[in-house]
């Protein structure tokens, strides 16, 4: 379970829209999955670097 960041925090970087943070952070796995398709991560570590990478901005939204 992720505490930081909040949910609330993300979902501000969306214009408070639940659906575009789950599209944003579900397109943002499957793009790092496919940088390393040999790395048997699993899907859990990919949503949480995607998840941090909208709260540090790495990806616009």
Do not use: C
Not at 11 to 26: E, P, Q, R
Not at 44 to 53: M, R
């Amino acid at each position: 379970m992720m505490l930081e960041p909040s949910v609330e925090k993300l979902i501000k970087k969306t214009d408070n829209s639940v659906y575009k943070l789950a599209v944003v952070v579900g397109k943002r796995a499957k793009e790092l999955k496919k940088l390393d398709p040999d790395e048997k991560a699993e899907v859990q570590q990919e949503v949480t670097k995607a998840i941090l990478d909208v709260d540090q901005g790495v990806i616009e939204i």
